[in-house]
């Protein structure tokens, strides 16, 4: 049986950049909530850390509403409650 290993510098990595996906997120679903729009600055941040930077002058008038929908979808997703008495649609067992 082979096993893969990781480096506590790969694997510090990978959680700085789950934290830091999640406190950027976070940071721009504050800002919408208050504001009701995003900055440039955050949502430059948001498109630089997928990995994107826009290049053509036009482009964040076109990519900013697209993130602000995001965003405003994301905290309807949020947002829902469902009724603690909601039956779950699957139950997972655990393989014996």
Do not use: C, W
């Amino acid at each position: 049986m082979s096993t893969k290993t990781i480096s506590r510098r790969m694997f510090s990595k990978v959680v700085a950049g789950s934290l830091l996906t999640g406190s950027i997120l976070e940071a721009a679903v504050q800002e919408s909530r208050q504001t009701g729009t995003l900055s440039d600055g955050t949502a430059m941040t948001l498109l630089e850390h997928i990995g994107y930077k826009p290049t053509l002058p036009d482009e964040m008038k076109t990519l900013k509403p697209m993130l602000e929908t995001t965003i405003k979808n994301l905290q309807t997703i949020r947002d829902f409650e469902l009724p603690i008495a909601l039956e779950p649609a699957f139950v997972f067992h655990p393989d014996k």
